[in-house]
């Protein structure tokens, strides 16, 4: 299940890049981590605990595909710092999985990831404006 899961991220992150310029992919690959963690709360909540699990695996599979993606000769520091956050975030909703508190853990982990995507989309709509 878990290969499944990352050939879908990869495929997920591949196909928004093409049809997405890269900034607008990076917003929506970490909403749809979002949906997933929102998803998996849900689902655990309802005691359909695959569910949960797949959902789980699925916002890590987006985690994984961002951080492979990134060009540390181009991004430098950034980069370095984007991969230990991706990293942190992934080892962190691994962790929650289970736990009888992994709710509000997962709740933690999604503010965590709103506030990265909102910085993607502020860079997003600057963007244009630094040219």
């Not at 499944?4 to 992919?25: C, D, E, G, K, T």
């Not at 950034?78 to 230990?84: C, K």
């Not at 995507?117 to 404006?129: F, G, I, S, T």
Request: hydrophobic share 45%; aromatic share 6%; proline share 3%.
């Amino acid at each position: 299940m878990q290969n499944h899961a990352r050939l879908h991220a990869a495929q997920a992150y591949r196909s928004a890049a093409v049809a997405v310029p890269p900034l607008r992919a990076v917003v929506m690959l970490l909403d749809g981590v979002v949906k997933a963690l929102q998803s998996s709360i849900a689902a655990g909540e309802a005691k359909r605990f695959e569910e949960s699990h797949t959902q789980m695996i699925r916002a890590t599979a987006i985690l994984r595909g961002l951080s492979h993606h990134l060009n540390f000769d181009r991004g430098g520091a950034v980069a370095e710092g984007l991969h230990a956050t991706y990293h942190s975030l992934i080892m962190a909703c691994l962790r929650s999985y289970g736990r009888p508190d992994s709710a509000e853990r997962y709740k933690r982990i999604i503010a965590s990831l709103t506030e990265l995507r909102d910085a993607w989309a502020y860079v997003e709509r600057e963007a244009p404006k630094a040219n």
